[in-house]
């Protein structure tokens, strides 16, 4: 079983950019779909996006979409979420998650239980 580990996470100002990284241990990451979800504070966690096991397809939330961008580098056992133009309301805890047997277009609706630990992104307006 995969552990994941996030990093990246900071305090930038509203229109900046932070690339948020998820490591994953094991030798079996490039069959796991990989998710970004986040949670601001007083909220449930929700869906950001993401990626197929062959980085073929990527799926997002509306209110990230044509700003953030999921990629993968299955070598390297890790999984990036590149956020730009940053608004004061993408504050939250980013999360990444696998999903061993279901498919990126189905993460948001599926109970998963690989997920990191968590990193806090910071958008100062």
């Known amino acids: 079983q995969v552990q994941l580990v996030e990093s990246g996470g900071g305090l930038v100002q509203a229109g900046g950019s932070l690339r948020l990284s998820c490591t994953a241990s094991?030798?079996?990451?490039?069959?796991?779909?990989m998710g970004w979800f986040h949670q601001a504070p007083g909220k449930e966690r929700e869906f950001v996006g993401s990626?197929?096991?062959?980085?073929?397809?990527?799926y997002y939330t509306d209110s990230v979409k044509g700003r953030f961008t999921i990629s993968r580098d299955n070598a390297k056992n890790t999984v990036f979420l590149q956020m730009n133009s940053l608004k004061a309301e993408d504050t939250a805890v980013y999360y990444c998650a696998a999903d061993r047997w279901g498919t990126a277009a189905t993460m948001k609706n599926r109970n998963l239980e690989l997920w990191g630990q968590g990193t806090l992104v910071t958008v100062s307006s």
């Open positions: 094991g030798r079996t990451f490039s069959t796991y779909a």
């Open positions: 990626i197929t096991r062959s980085s073929g397809s990527t």
